[in-house]
Each structure stands twice: as structure tokens, then as C-alpha cells.
């Protein structure tokens, strides 16, 4: 399962292995931007996680968090970051 907007680069969508592709779930692509534009990592992190936080408090976001949780009685979540 995939959680975010972009498909990864170098990686085909066959040779993937992604059973499911959620964009709805991930950061916008405006706070992406915003947080890669923070020279101070510390500073960039604690914004992304809290404007993350808000972005899933909406309703859209909120309804596709909770569609996914319902399909999966334990489903395990990792991030993977650059």
C-alpha cells in the first residue's frame, strides 16, 4: 500500500508490488513543497507533523483515513522519508 501523491521515482508500477495506491491520505503537495523549502530539518519536521495533523482533521482526508482503518484490522503503518 502506497500513501502518498506521487508514484516513487525509478519504480515501475508492476514491478511495484503496491496493492493499493491512497493519495487522498497523504500530505498535499503544497505542504510537501513547504516543508522541503525549510533549510532547518528540526524546524521543517515539527511544521510538517503538525500541519499533517491538520490536514487530516479534514473531512475528505479524514473520511479516506477512516475507509482504510476499516479495511484492515491491524494494519501495520510506516513512514518512509527523504
Given amino acids: 500500500m502506497l500513501v502518498d501523491r506521487l508514484w516513487p521515482h525509478g519504480v515501475s ?35 510538517f507533523v503538525q500541519a499533517c495533523m491538520m490536514e487530516l482533521e479534514g473531512e475528505t482526508t479524514h473520511e479516506a483515513a477512516l475507509d482504510l482503518a476499516g479495511e ?10 527523504r
Avoid: N, T, Y
Fill in 13 to 47: 508500477r508492476q514491478s511495484g508490488r503496491i496493492d493499493k495506491w491512497i493519495k487522498a491520505v497523504a500530505p498535499s503537495d503544497a505542504l510537501r513543497r513547504k516543508a522541503h523549502a525549510e533549510p532547518d530539518p528540526d524546524k521543517r519536521w515539527a511544521e
Fill in 72 to 81: 484492515h484490522a491491524f494494519p501495520k503503518v510506516r513512514m518512509l522519508a
